[in-house]
């Protein structure tokens, strides 16, 4: 069996709790290398590249990140739900504007671009169960919001910004999105 060479993997996470802007006990996660999406985890183990206790623990952290999210929004229930309602607010205006599967497609599209920080959270955006506005972070660290999306005849703009919470202090890329010979949207070009 090949190893895999977790050092691309590897799970150096500081964690410094603060308090952010908004209500929000904000955790802003520092990571040396980001973590592999399940996705990416799941095919390097059917490739022989790592072993199970590999693969569990990746999926481990994963699994943590979730309980830490949920705990955070038990502790404040109030400021967790008006999140929620932000999230619902701008997806439904993405989707009234582009209709959902193509915004679907355009999460499912990002979620596959090499050393992408958020593809971590869009990873299972494909899947029709999941609402849409579970992927987008509108003040809660870390955001992702998508600023501007552009559907022309055979290519895909979108400007999204991510990473800190505060307004303008994120991290913002813009994307091309064409469609590959089997229709599906990969990203072509990117730009800081």
């Not at 060479?5 to 290398?33: C, D, I, K, M, Y």
């Not at 193509?102 to 299972?124: G, I, M």
């Not at 919001?145 to 910004?161: K, W, Y």
């Amino acid at each position: 069996m090949k190893q895999l060479n977790l050092g691309t993997f590897a799970p150096s996470v500081l964690q410094n709790r603060h308090h952010g802007t908004g209500n929000f006990p904000h955790t802003e996660t520092v990571t040396a290398w980001m973590i592999p999406t399940p996705k990416q985890i799941l095919a390097s183990f059917e490739r022989g590249e790592m072993n199970r206790d590999e693969m569990h623990s990746l999926m481990a952290m994963h699994a943590r990140e979730l309980i830490a999210e949920m705990e955070e929004d038990y502790q404040n229930p109030a400021a967790a739900w008006i999140e929620g309602m932000r999230a619902r607010r701008a997806a439904s205006r993405l989707v009234r504007r582009h209709g959902a599967r193509l915004l679907r497609e355009v999460l499912a599209a990002l979620a596959e671009v090499e050393d992408f920080p958020p593809a971590s959270q869009l990873w299972n955006a494909s899947h029709p169960d999941v609402p849409l506005h579970c992927f987008l972070r509108i003040r809660r660290a870390p955001v992702f919001r998508i600023l501007s999306l552009e559907a022309v005849p055979g290519e895909i703009q979108v400007m999204i910004e991510y990473g800190k919470a505060a307004r303008g202090e994120g991290t913002r890329r813009k994307f091309l999105l064409k469609r590959d010979e089997r229709w599906k949207l990969k990203a072509e070009k990117f730009s800081h």
